[in-house]
């Protein structure tokens, strides 16, 4: 029987005790023997028990609370069933899932970012390589006239062929006196040399070239005037070939003048006046420096103006040219090369290094969500286990 019961309805107690007890006691089992009581005795003693049973009830049966706990059933004074900790299991591993959640989302987003940022440092350094190579081969060119009185004396080569040469002359002030006697051999004064040469771009062909030294005093405007007579052309349209090179110096100095014509026919250009009028060459000084090797070049602008021939018996053909400075300023131009390999460099190191930050701290993020997913998956293996 429930001592909860027996002690808290003592009438029912005494009605039992007086009516099946018998006379000389009786004997509970595992409890010993008890004597026969009377009224009163039941009486007190049953307040005794009562006050036991009320407060030392929990020391006898332990378990009593606990149960209370344990049972799904019991209900709060609210009315509120309790669960064995159903909030704190719902609510604690979502909250840390959605903030291990969030930071792998952040992370992913900081990886994409610097993914984007290392794409356009890869396309940075490729640009930048790129734009250094295209600098490298095409130099700028940056143009400068320089003002002077007197230009070195330039070479210039005439192949005459069959024509003769009738006279060169020096003049100042670009005043040409006019023909005493035209087609008829006068006295000059220009300082000239006959060169002999295989031609460079001909096969084995000897070629002749009437080298005469070039005007150089450009302020009085020093003026060269040459004529030569041709007799008896064989050809429909007659010319006479020229070419202008640097120094005549340079020729008359060289212990090989063959071979230093031959070089400046490489170098070069050639041009031709006709017979019949007086063309009127006007030479520029083009001087070309930051390359391997400078260069030095002619640049020239030719007028002809049409000779009126008054001879009565016409037997040739004449030529005239007159060689002249167009100003007395050489031009000079530098090649400079605009690319700077020290910045190409610095640009280079900065991209190298956001690459190397970049691949760091996407190691660094891939490390952090592997671990965070290892201790999320340890988290809910645990409390799989307490739960079950």
């Not at 030392?56 to 799904?72: V, Y």
């Not at 004396?153 to 023909?179: D, E, R």
Request: hydrophobic content about 40%; aromatic content about 12%; charged content about 20%.
């Amino acid at each position: 029987m429930n001592p909860l019961y027996a002690s808290s309805d003592n009438r029912l107690g005494r009605v039992m005790a007086r009516d099946s007890l018998p006379t000389g006691g009786y004997e509970i089992p595992g409890m010993g023997a008890y004597p026969r009581l009377g009224f009163g005795m039941i009486r007190n003693d049953d307040s005794q028990s009562y006050e036991e049973l009320n407060g030392d009830g929990s020391d006898k049966h332990p378990d009593f609370h606990q149960s209370i706990f344990d049972d799904p059933d019991v209900e709060e004074p609210n009315g509120r069933s309790v669960a064995p900790d159903e909030d704190l299991l719902e609510s604690g591993p979502s909250l840390r899932f959605s903030k291990a959640c969030l930071k792998s989302v952040f992370t992913v987003f900081l990886i994409f970012v610097y993914l984007l940022l290392t794409t356009v440092a890869v396309f940075l350094a490729y640009q930048t390589i790129t734009d250094f190579l295209e600098k490298l081969n095409h130099p700028v060119m940056s143009v400068i006239y320089k003002e002077v009185d007197f230009f070195p004396p330039p070479g210039i080569a005439l192949y005459p062929g069959k024509a003769q040469l009738l006279s060169c002359k020096h003049y100042n002030h670009n005043y040409i006196p006019p023909l005493v006697a035209p087609g008829t051999p006068e006295v000059g004064d220009c300082t000239m040399e006959q060169v002999s040469y295989v031609g460079p771009f001909t096969n084995q062909t000897q070629k002749q070239a009437l080298v005469v030294q070039g005007p150089s005093d450009v302020r009085n405007k020093e003026v060269i005037f040459m004529q030569f007579s041709l007799t008896d052309a064989d050809e429909d349209f007659s010319a006479i070939t020229y070419m202008l090179f640097a120094k005549f110096g340079d020729l008359a100095l060289s212990p090989d003048k063959p071979a230093f014509m031959m070089d400046c026919e490489k170098n070069y250009s050639m041009w031709t006046f006709s017979g019949g009028f007086r063309t009127w060459v006007k030479m520029s000084l083009v001087m070309t420096s930051g390359k391997k090797d400078d260069t030095v070049e002619f640049r020239q602008e030719s007028g002809v103006v049409k000779y009126n021939d008054r001879r009565t018996n016409i037997t040739d053909e004449l030529f005239f040219v007159v060689f002249e400075w167009r100003d007395p300023f050489i031009q000079e131009i530098k090649l400079i090369v605009t690319a700077n390999p020290w910045n190409s460099v610095a640009i280079l190191c900065g991209v190298f290094m956001a690459l190397f930050k970049a691949a760091n701290f996407a190691k660094l993020s891939v490390s952090w969500m592997i671990r965070m997913r290892k201790r999320h998956l340890r988290n809910r293996a645990r409390e799989l286990n307490s739960v079950t």
